[in-house]
């Protein structure tokens, strides 16, 4: 286990957390791609958080950290970006422990929901780290340090005023890239059909990668569906993977 700092919750009322602390400074040169909010957490998810997070989350810190400490041992590392609630992420770490997986997001109560998983499962290959993205992979994780990046099902802000919030933006992408090794892949989900397009398109532009399918892709089997994408489909709406690799 790494010696890594540790972060914590702030307690702002009975069952309602603040999002994790965060130690950069306030002007961080980007646009957010999702908007901080107070979460209700179940009695469950507190207590799980409280216990876990001592264990397995990773704070903030301006420093590049050498993933290997942090998992004790040698492993493909990869990067899950906007974990939610959990139940994802926590599917694919069981059924892949020969791999390494930290998983970041901002909101309270979806880490507590992981914390629940993480400790219910007796997954040792995942790690949390509640904190900015953008700010994470920028200052936390060295260039060629990753083996596959996930972005499953992330806001698609689909009001036109609202898409330069969206995450999958060319400079972030290009930051992404920059951190695979190569032959890494970059695998991004969406049900937003405009939104999926924009994915292909911008991951099209980056130099450095090259599609893995002729346009969209089919999902591959450690990308497990889930229960709002079962309900989805069979209603008919659709669901496009964009897979990238590292050139």
Not at 88 to 106: P, S, W
Request: net charge neutral; charged share 25%.
């Amino acid at each position: 286990m790494s010696d890594t700092p540790l972060i914590q919750p702030s307690v702002v009322g009975a069952g309602v957390y603040e999002e994790g602390r965060e130690a950069s400074p306030p002007n961080h040169g980007h646009i957010k791609s999702y908007v901080r909010r107070a979460g209700r957490m179940s009695s469950a998810q507190e207590n799980h958080y409280a216990e876990m997070m001592p264990k397995i989350g990773l704070v903030y810190t301006p420093a590049y950290i050498d993933l290997a400490a942090v998992y004790g041992r040698n492993a493909p590392k990869i990067l899950e970006i906007g974990t939610g609630m959990g139940e994802t992420t926590a599917k694919i770490a069981d059924a892949n422990r020969q791999n390494d997986y930290l998983g970041v997001e901002v909101h309270v109560p979806g880490v507590g929901a992981l914390c629940k998983q993480i400790a219910e499962r007796e997954l040792t290959n995942l790690r949390i780290c509640q904190h900015d993205a953008v700010e994470v992979v920028r200052d936390m994780l060295p260039e060629a340090s990753l083996d596959g990046v996930h972005v499953f099902f992330p806001d698609p802000w689909h009001k036109a005023r609202h898409n330069k919030r969206r995450l999958i933006q060319s400079p972030f992408v290009a930051l992404l890239s920059s951190r695979l090794k190569p032959g890494g892949y970059f695998h991004c989900a969406t049900d937003w059909e405009e939104y999926a397009h924009q994915m292909l398109e911008v991951l099209s532009a980056e130099t450095s990668l090259v599609n893995s399918a002729d346009g969209f892709a089919p999902r591959p089997d450690y990308r497990p569906l889930t229960k709002f994408e079962n309900r989805g489909l069979r209603l008919g709406h659709g669901v496009w993977d964009v897979i990238f690799q590292k050139k």
